[in-house]
Structure formats: structure tokens, C-alpha cells
């Protein structure tokens, strides 16, 4: 009895052995799969809530390249009010000027003579009145340089986000490394299944990781060039509306060095 029980080890210890070790590698594989299940939901997540912010970003540039396009228009009261009220007093101020010049002349006061300002005078005086005229012509030449680069964009002029993030979308296309990852068939034995699985579902993550950074930095890029098209309305806004004053600190020589 003894005797057929030592000739049963060989065969028995493998069965005990898988037996145990059953219990061990099933709950390997289901944390794993819990992990994972969790991982590739906040990943998703993720790429959901980056989608919605790259268009919303998508949105915001097209909001602020419109806007600067509008900079020179009749409907922007800032721009044509603000430069009239500092055109007439500009105007005064030339008036002042000239009775400076007469009183320096008289006087024989040689940097305020008329021989030294009366020339620029003349010539800022009929620069001041077309200073806007002038800066349109440079204006509406960067936003037609613009425009032509944008041409091509379907939707991008008319403030929709379509141009925008259709372009840069269809351009990267992030998702593609995601959505042509290949699957491989399964395997049927154990170990190799798990091994596969681990591998394959490692791959699947990697790839939504590298469109959640992709997406995220994209949205950031387009915050950025939003924010540098606002500056940029806000800095010609207040160039153009100080433009006549300043070919008058032109023309006087105490002024100059603000010129």
C-alpha cells in the first residue's frame, strides 16, 4: 500500500501543485483586469474632457483672430472715437506750436525757429489727419497675408470652431494611434493568455496616454495663441488711437525722445 502510494507522488505533485497554484494566478488576473478596467476609464475620461477643451480653445482663436479682423472697422467705435478726440487735440496742440515757433522767432530763439520746425511741422500736420488711413494700409496687409494662409480653412472666417480644430485634428489625428493599435487573437493556454493580455492592454494604455498629453497640449497651444491675438488687438487698439500725439512730440525738440 505504502509501496503504490511513493509511486503516485510523481503523478499527484503537479496536480497539487496546479491546484494550489490556481487560486493564486485566478486572482492575479482579476486584479489586473481590475486595474486595467480602471486605468482605461480615467484615460477615457481624460480624453473626453480634452476634446472638450481643445474645441472650446478652437472656439476661443477663432473668437480672437475675428476680433482683430475688426479692428479697423466703422461698427468699432473705440478705435474711430478714441482717434478723433486725439486727433483735435493733436490739432490744438499744433496751434500751439505755431504760436511757439513766432514767439521763438521773434526772439531769435534758434530751436524753436521756424527755419528748425516749420518743415516738420507742415509734415506731421498732414500725417496726423491720415495716421489711421496709414496704419490701415499696413493692418489690412497683414490681415490679408493672414487670410490667404487661412483661405484654405473651411469655416475659419466665419467664427466657427470647425476650421480650427477640424484642421489641426485632421492634420495630428492623436486618435489614430489608438484606434489602428492591432488586437491579437487570443491564446488558449493559460500562462500565455495572461502574458498576452498583459502586454496587449499595456499597449492599449500607452496609446491613450500619448492622446491625453497630445490633446492637452494642443488646447494649451491654442489658449497661448488666443491670449497673443487678444494682447496683440489690445496693443494696436491703444497705438492707434495714440498715433496723432505722437507725430506731434515728433515735431517739438523737448518732446522728441517720446517720439
Do not use: C
Not at 499597449?203 to 492622446?211: D, H, P
Request: a positive charge; glycine letters at 6%; hydrophobic letters at 60%.
Amino acid at each position: 500500500m505504502f509501496r503504490r502510494f511513493l509511486k503516485k507522488i510523481p503523478i499527484l505533485g503537479p496536480l497539487v501543485l496546479a491546484a494550489f497554484s490556481f487560486p493564486l494566478i485566478t486572482h492575479a488576473f482579476f486584479g489586473t483586469a481590475v486595474l486595467v478596467t480602471v486605468a482605461l476609464f480615467v484615460l477615457f475620461l481624460l480624453q473626453w474632457v480634452g476634446g472638450a477643451v481643445f474645441i472650446f480653445a478652437g472656439w476661443f482663436t477663432s473668437f480672437a483672430l475675428n476680433l482683430n479682423y475688426t479692428i479697423l472697422l466703422d461698427s468699432n467705435k473705440l478705435i474711430s472715437t478714441g482717434w478723433t478726440i486725439v486727433r483735435d487735440l493733436t490739432n490744438l496742440g499744433f496751434v500751439l506750436v505755431i504760436i511757439v515757433i513766432a514767439i521763438a522767432t521773434i526772439l531769435r530763439y534758434k530751436a524753436y525757429g521756424a527755419g528748425q520746425l516749420l518743415t516738420k511741422l507742415i509734415a506731421a500736420a498732414i500725417i496726423v489727419n491720415f495716421s489711421l488711413t496709414i496704419a490701415g494700409v499696413f493692418l489690412d496687409f497683414s490681415h490679408s497675408l493672414t487670410k490667404f494662409f487661412f483661405n484654405s480653412v473651411a469655416g475659419f472666417g466665419d467664427g466657427s470652431t470647425g476650421g480650427v480644430v477640424r484642421t489641426l485634428s485632421t492634420a495630428f489625428s492623436p486618435q489614430r494611434f489608438f484606434a489602428e493599435s492591432e488586437i491579437p487573437e487570443p491564446i488558449d493556454e493559460p500562462i500565455s493568455g495572461l502574458l498576452q493580455f498583459g502586454a496587449d492592454k499595456l499597449a492599449e494604455i500607452t496609446s491613450l496616454v500619448f492622446v491625453v498629453i497630445f490633446t492637452f497640449t494642443a488646447a494649451f497651444t491654442l489658449f497661448a495663441l488666443a491670449i497673443l491675438l487678444f494682447l496683440r488687438y489690445v496693443y494696436l487698439s491703444f497705438l492707434l488711437i495714440l498715433a496723432p500725439i505722437v507725430w506731434l512730440f515728433w515735431v517739438v525738440p523737448s518732446f522728441k525722445k517720446y517720439f
